[in-house]
């Protein structure tokens, strides 16, 4: 007898099944996946103990004519190709004709459809090896299909499944996704009787604040970018909206949910400006492209694609959404802001604003022209915890300037500013932190990096460590714009800085920069981790908390703001304003009620 044997067709079915149904949310995505491509605008899901009773999809699509329903539950028979140039040029959510055959090789399986011109619907039964008869049944245009006992011909498998509310979490996930991209399909979920989701046809805005939620939807900024075939649409969040958790993260291909690694580095490098450390961006990014510039066929549950072009796909992403999260030169940042006490959820976004008078270099931050500096001479900025503008002229009032203009400093933490919108509450720290981080990437990569060279140096005890990086990595620190000299065997001596950084805690500085340059290496640090080395260093250089601004410095550092790219929040995302209208005041203090 031949060691090689043709294995029979229900155990190939089987063995595929175990690629495409590895729990019932597997079964509930390919069954969505159909009725789209049938052309359905309504869906109903029902489950039962998590899917793993009984998952029913209802839908109203094309269905499924009674000569084809001998071959509906075979392998590999499909309506969506015919031929590689089809294969190679995708356009359907499927395409293999092996689910329903695989899902029916591990579960009874009833599949009832009609066509639109057909007089009655036809169904028939599948339990793993065995196919009913095609009996005439009852029901409008479309298609139900009913996956009951799941696993109960293999009970191995069975026991790898996990509770049933485990499980319903994870068809509620795929049932998220698949709504999430066919906003104009309507939508309804049912568990054990009850629903549990239920989104009508929407325009994509809407469906994304039903599935993410209105505190997403709030902070979250438009991405709408096209070049040749390719678009990118949805929403980015703000840094503001980001959380510990990858959780709030779809990326969608031709209206096909991915987990793709290009995909998520180009999105996660559009935000290294914006957001540090192990935060996660969250959005919702629908990517168009031709068919045959993208591979889908790359693994059973097609959630892999690869790109013809990938290098082109990478730069387009991440272009697209940094221009989305950076607004140009002469638009103001985008603020948001969550206020839980009386006003509720407070949002602002600023247009393009006028030009604006110009002003003169000055301490540390910019001073504006002469005429507001002497009508501001005589205010006090000595010591006391709040400072206070005297009322503007009607010359000098906010002029729709974006962020107006500062009345008040509060306990040298905050600015007030008054704009004709209202109240503008700014964290000056967090703010100037952007301004210098913004200046110096700017120099860095314009070759142009000034360099402060101290009068005095700034001497500091350093371990034996930080002596021999500070002697290995004088390249790395002269491109930085650093010169530290080796003083003593345990003191350090900081005789040059970045230009924008001199008015920092210099010793506190020079140390992290020496660690990351000893942990991540010259060329890593440099290149990979520029940004956040970057970040680092504007942190420590940004005004201190507990330091009185006088008025002018305070204007400057609004007008600066309202220069700087993605000045709505600092590198380690906290917003860095807030908007209050000064309706939002009212129903603070119950105006009017």
Known sequence: MSAIQVLPDLLISQIAAGEVVERPASVLKELLENSLDSGATEVQVLLDAGGISRIQVEDDGGGISREDFALALARHATSKIRSLEDLEAVGSLGFRGEALASIASVARVTLTSRTGGSAHAHSVNSEGPTTGPVEPAARQPGTTVTVADLYFNTPARRKFLRTEATEFGHCEGVFNRIALARPDVAFLLKHTGRVSAHYRAHSVGERVAAILGAEFSAASLPVEVEAGTLSLRGFAGAPQAARNRADQQFFFVNGRFVRDRLLSHAVREAYSDVLHGGRQPAYALFLELDPRGVDVNVHPAKTEVRFRDSRSIHQFVFHAVKRALAPGAGQAPVAY??????????????????????????????????????????????????????????????????????????????????????????????????????????????????????????????????????????????????????ASPTTLAVRAVPASLAGGDLPALARSVLADLREFGATEALATRRDELLSTMACHAAVRANRMLSLPEMNALLREMEDTERSGSCNHGRPTWYQMSMGDLDRLFLRGR
């Open 337 to 486: 802001a969550q206020m839980d006490q009386g006003a509720g959820a407070l949002a602002g976004s600023i247009a393009p604003r006028p030009a604006y008078r110009p002003y003169q270099p000055g301490l540390g931050v910019q001073q504006p022209v002469a005429a507001y500096h002497a009508l501001m001479a005589d205010v006090s900025t000595g010591t006391a915890d709040v400072a206070i503008a005297p009322p503007l002229p009607q010359s000098l009032r906010p002029d729709s300037l974006p962020l107006g203009y500062a009345i008040a400093q509060l306990h040298g933490v905050y600015i007030f500013a008054q704009n004709d919108a209202g109240l503008v509450l700014v964290d000056m720290h967090a703010a100037h932190e952007r301004i210098v981080y913004e200046k110096m990437r700017r120099s860095l990569d314009a070759g142009v990096l000034q360099r402060q060279a101290l009068l005095v140096p700034a001497m500091f005890q350093a371990d034996s460590v930080e002596v021999a990086t500070a002697e290995e990595q004088q390249a790395a620190l002269d491109a930085l714009g650093f010169e530290i000299g080796v």
